[in-house]
Structures are given as C-alpha cells and as structure tokens.
C-alpha cells in the first residue's frame, strides 16, 4: 500500500531535502512512498482535493497564500480526515503549542535533522502526535489567544472552514460558490462564526485569527535543509 505525502513549501531546495530525508524511509521504502509537491496554499488545496487517499501533510504555514496558523484551521476544517505536520522555521513553544492545540497532528522545525523529520512522520503516519525534542510547551500566556483557541474549537466543522476561507479574503458568493450552497447559508456560517468569536465583522475575525500566528509570521523567513 503507497503511503501519499504532500509537501507543502514554496522553497523548492527544501522540498527536495523533505524529499531526500523521507524516500526509502517510511513504511518499507521508496516503492511505497509518493511525494507531492506543492509550492503555495493554493497548490497545496489543489491536492487536497485531488488525491482524497492522501495520508499526510507537511504544511509550511507562511508561504504565498497561507497567513500563519490560519492556514492550519482552513485545512483541518475542510479535510479533517487528513493529518497535517507544521513545518517551520519559527519552532518557540508557543507557536508549536498553538499549533497542536488548532488540530495539528505535529511540528517538525525546519532546523530538525534527518532523523528527526523521519521519525517524525513515521510517529504521524502511525497514528501519533510529534513534536520536536526536549521542548517543553508550557502553557499560553497571552488570555487574547487563549480565548480565541478556544473559541475557534466551539465552531462546527463548517464553521471553521468558513472561517478559514474568510482568513483567505474570499466573499461570501465566493465561499459558497466553493461549498456548493446558497449565500444565505454562508450569510448564517458568518453570522455564527461572528458570535461565537465575539467580534463584529468578518475584517475583525480575520484580524484576531491572525494574532494567532503572528510572531511566526515575522519570524519564518524560510529556513535551512535539514542537517
């Protein structure tokens, strides 16, 4: 049985290095692997919906089209079914505890060895949660993204992926026209979503959804291959 892995990342020597760290590595060897590649959000969302047996993938949260951890929750709510690794530069307790907490099944930091990306996955692709080494998590320190974290996990599945497609500045006729409803149905999601983050317009959802990841955002500014 092939194991798909899509590696999401707009820096094409570090796609190869994620490519060379993992063929012949995870579950038995390169016959039963099948890398794909993606260079931006958008590429990334093409796949997804392409190869529905997809089993795992490896996210880099700030390439084009992707804002941070907002990212993240568009993808878990739209394809909850598969899991998804952050990889990233910006690997502070924070920024990984965030991540898992919005539903990532791990981080890999972009300074991992080898063996560590491959361990990592393998946890991943065995049912598992990775996470880097000797990091200790602790707890959030800043009440605003505590709330908004668990705000975001009382939104339905729909919600979150409307939710995820207004962090992506699509408009409502747009979303629905993606979701294959009626306006008014995403016209209610919105409504909803507003609620239940205790805002008052989507601009100001978006805002607080990108305080998220903010401190990755300015961070994560590629990274090196993996040692």
């Known amino acids: 049985m092939t194991t798909k892995i899509c590696i999401a990342d707009d820096h094409p020597l570090f796609r190869d290095a994620i490519k060379s760290a993992l063929m012949g590595h995870i579950n038995g060897g390169p016959a039963t692997t099948e890398m794909i590649e993606a260079g931006d959000f958008n590429e990334a969302i093409a796949v ?13 949260l700030t390439m084009p089209g992707a804002s941070g951890l907002s990212a993240l929750v568009a993808v878990r709510a739209s394809y909850p079914a598969v899991p998804v690794v952050v990889v990233s530069a910006s690997d502070d307790p924070s920024t990984v505890r965030r991540a898992l907490d919005l539903g990532a099944s791990g981080f890999i930091s972009k300074s991992a060895t080898t063996e560590a990306i491959r361990s990592s996955v393998q946890t991943v692709i065995d049912g598992g949660i990775a996470m880097p080494e000797g990091i200790d ?9 505590e709330d908004l974290i668990g705000r975001i996990r009382t939104l339905t599945p729909q919600q979150a992926r409307v939710l995820g497609m207004l962090a992506e500045g699509l408009l409502n006729k747009q979303i629905a026209y993606e979701l294959g409803v009626s306006e008014a149905t995403i016209k209610a999601h919105v409504s909803a979503v507003l609620q239940k983050l205790n805002v008052d317009s989507r601009t100001q959802a978006v805002i607080r959804l990108s305080k998220i990841g903010s401190d990755m955002l300015r961070g994560d500014e590629g990274g090196a291959a993996p040692a």
């Open 48 to 60: 997804l919906d392409r190869e529905t047996d997809l089993d795992l993938l490896l996210l880099d």
């Open 137 to 145: 998590l602790g707890s959030e320190h800043d009440p605003e993204v």
